[in-house]
Structures are given as C-alpha cells and as structure tokens.
C-alpha cells in the first residue's frame, strides 16, 4: 500500500528508534503489534543481511505493505567478532538484556580497554510485496565499558561506550544516539532514496 511502511519487529525498543527517527513525509508507520498474526521467520542465517531479508520478505507477504526489518548485533574485537547476529541471544534462548550484558563481562573479565574494541552493525531490508529487496548496512565504533552506564537505550547500551559521542549509548538520549548510531546510519543510507523509495509500487 502506497504510503504505508511495517516495521517488521515486535521490539519496543527497535520500534521506538524508527519511530523517532526522520522518515519521509507522509509515510505512516506500522509495527507488528499491529498485525499480530504475522509471523517471524527464526534468525538462523549466517549474516545480518540473510536475517534481516528473511523478517522483511515475510513481513511484506502477510501484510501487502512495503516492509522494513531489520538485523544489528554486536560485534567484539577480542571475542572474534562475537556476539554477533547472536547479539539477542548471546546467554541463550529468550535471553533478558541483563543476562546478555552480564555474560559479555564475564566473557571480557580481565581485558584492559584498549582491548575491548566493538562495533554496533544494522542492517536494514526493505521489502515490497512482490518479493524484491534492498539493504542498506551501518555501523558504530566504540569498545566495552566494564560496567553499565546510564538509563536510555537498550540491550548492549549500557555498555557500549560511543567513539562519537563520548559516552556510552544509555547515557544518550534518543536523538542524539540516533544520529550517529549503527540503525541511524543505516537509515540514513535508505533515505538517501527519497519518498519514491517508498510509494512506488
């Protein structure tokens, strides 16, 4: 539907970010609270891009609305990379932030600072209901504080200490995390597409 643009998470933080964030005008947003049916394919790809084409195509089928998902994590210098596109699942199935955040401290217990490089990597899929797609990918440098800080944000946030902002991701509010954020650049990437992108059938 012309106009129309689904998120496809039932994330209530993720929703809020989007939400939040700049969009073209006279596109309404939709979550999947709204279509609480639909359903969401399990994150078993190998990469954030396979994962976020998978929510986005599946979204887009159920519903008939242009749809955007997306896939971020975590990635970790000095634990190869992980947790990853297991960053919502890093201490298991259903994890809460907490456990995911206490198992990353324990996992970088005794690594010095310069040690605890990361990145926060988004990538956003739009899918139309014929079934094509796009992605557009961001990323956001910072390293691991050794413990949280600040009330914003969630998952990773209150241990994500910002490159560009100097301080930690939960210490920032909305707006000035979205600007410079890895699901911020990412977007930002997609709007570089304008309004066509999303009411052209």
């Known amino acids: 539907m012309a106009g129309c643009l689904l ?7 993720k929703l809020a970010e989007f939400k939040a964030m700049p969009t073209p005008l006279g ?3 939709f979550g ?5 049916g639909a359903p969401i394919p399990e994150e078993i790809g190998d990469s954030f891009e396979e994962n976020a084409v998978a929510k986005a195509r599946s979204a887009a089928k159920y519903s008939g609305f242009l749809s955007l998902a997306d896939d971020s994590g975590l990635e ?5 990379g992980e947790p990853g596109v297991r960053s919502a699942r890093f201490a298991g199935a259903g994890a809460s932030d907490l456990a995911n955040n ?10 010095p600072p310069e040690q605890r490089l990361a990145r926060f990597v988004a990538v956003l899929a739009l899918a139309w209901p014929d079934g ?9 440098r910072g390293w691991i504080l050794s413990e949280p800080r600040g009330l914003y944000g969630f998952g990773y946030d209150p241990l994500f200490f910002s490159d560009d902002l100097g301080m930690s991701f ?10 410079i954020s890895h699901r911020g650049r990412a977007l930002a990437r997609l709007l570089e597409g304008g309004r066509s992108l999303f009411v052209n059938s």
């Open 32 to 36: 999947l609270a709204d279509f609480p």
């Open 76 to 80: 970790v210098e000095a634990l190869g």
């Open 27 to 29: 596109v309404r947003i």
């Open 7 to 13: 998120i496809a998470t039932r994330n209530a933080g």
């Open 132 to 140: 094509r797609t796009r992605t557009f990918r961001g990323e956001a």
């Open 170 to 179: 939960a210490e920032a509010g909305a707006r000035a995390k979205g600007r």
């Open 102 to 111: 206490q198992l990353l401290l324990r996992r970088l217990a005794g690594i």
